[in-house]
């Protein structure tokens, strides 16, 4: 079946989207933040811990995983901060 959106693994990272964790006291460790970017397709990149096999069981109705997808969680001051940078739809 195929799929009316894919990711695509060749774009590259354009911009921070909002504050850096350390800027937002996230984290003390540079190498180790979650973090928000949007690709240069205009696609929007999320880094944060996977909580997948936590929420799976427990996903609301109607909410699915694919085999290739994972559950992250980010702080939720990190994405306030980046809503200056979303462009309204």
Not at 51 to 65: E, I, K, M, Q, W
């Amino acid at each position: 079946m195929t799929r009316p959106w894919e990711a695509d693994p060749t774009a590259s990272f354009a911009r921070r989207l909002g504050k850096t964790a350390q800027e937002l006291g996230n984290s003390e460790d540079e190498e180790l933040c979650p973090d928000i970017w949007q690709l240069d397709n205009g696609d929007v990149a999320v880094i944060g811990r996977d909580l997948t096999t936590a929420y799976d069981s427990r996903l609301p109705p109607g909410v699915r995983l694919g085999p290739d997808e994972r559950l992250v969680i980010i702080p939720g001051n990190m994405l306030s901060a980046a809503k200056p940078d979303i462009p309204d739809a």
